[in-house]
C-alpha cells in the first residue's frame, strides 16, 4: 500500500526521494500496529512496568528535593552555631572583605569566561572543518547547480570579502 505524497519536485530524483520517504513513513505506521500488545498478560506487564517506572520517577525527585533541603538544614546549623562567638571564621569573613576578594573573584571569573569562550570557538571551527567535505558531498548530492556561499573551510569569511 503506498500513497503518494503530493509534490512539485525540481527533479526526477526529488520525485524518487518523496515516494520513498512515503513509503517509509507506511511502514513504520504498520510496525507500531503490529507493536501493539499481544494479549491481556502482555497489556497488563506493559502497565506494571509503566506504572514501576513512574513510582520510581516520583521517588528519584523526591530524594534529590530532600538532599537539596538536607543539606540546607545543616549549613544552617553549622552557621547558627558559630553566632555571637568570635571565631576563626570572623577572622577569615573580615580578610576576605578588606582584601576585596569579590573584585579578584569577578576578575578571575571573567578570565576564565572568555578562556572558555575562545576554546569552545576554536573546537566549533574544528568541528565544522572536519564535518565540510560531507556537507559539500551531500549538498552536491541533493543539488548539483548549487553554488557556494564562498566560506572557507572553518566557516570564516572569505579574507577578500572583509574588505
Known amino acids: 500500500m503506498t500513497t503518494e505524497v503530493p ?5 526526477p530524483k526529488q520525485a524518487t526521494t518523496a515516494k520513498t520517504r512515503a513509503q ?7 510496525q507500531k500496529k503490529s507493536s501493539a500488545p499481544a494479549s491481556d498478560a502482555e ?4 502497565t506494571k512496568v509503566e506504572t514501576i517506572n513512574a513510582l520510581l520517577s ?13 543539606v540546607a538544614y545543616l549549613v ?7 553566632a555571637g562567638r568570635s571565631t576563626d571564621s570572623n577572622i577569615m ?8 576578594a569579590n573584585k579578584w573573584f569577578s576578575t578571575v ?3 576564565l569566561m572568555g578562556v ?4 569552545e570557538r576554536a573546537l566549533k571551527k574544528k568541528a565544522v572543518k572536519r564535518l565540510h567535505g560531507r556537507v559539500k558531498e551531500l549538498e552536491e548530492k541533493i543539488d548539483p547547480t548549487r553554488t557556494s556561499s564562498g566560506l572557507t573551510q572553518t566557516g570564516d569569511t572569505r579574507p577578500e570579502d572583509e574588505k
Not at 509534490?7 to 527533479?11: G, I, Y
Not at 497489556?43 to 506493559?46: D, G, H, L
Not at 544552617?76 to 558559630?82: A, E, P, T
Open 58 to 70: 516520583g521517588w528519584k525527585t523526591l530524594l534529590a528535593v530532600g538532599g537539596t533541603v538536607a
Open 43 to 46: 497489556y497488563a506487564y506493559r
Open 7 to 11: 509534490t512539485h519536485p525540481k527533479s
Open 109 to 111: 571569573f571573567a578570565g
Open 24 to 30: 517509509k513513513s507506511n511502514s513504520d505506521i504498520e
Open 116 to 119: 572558555w569562550g575562545f576554546s
Open 76 to 82: 544552617f546549623r553549622s552557621i547558627d552555631s558559630l
Open 93 to 100: 569573613v573580615k580578610f576576605i572583605t578588606d582584601f576585596k
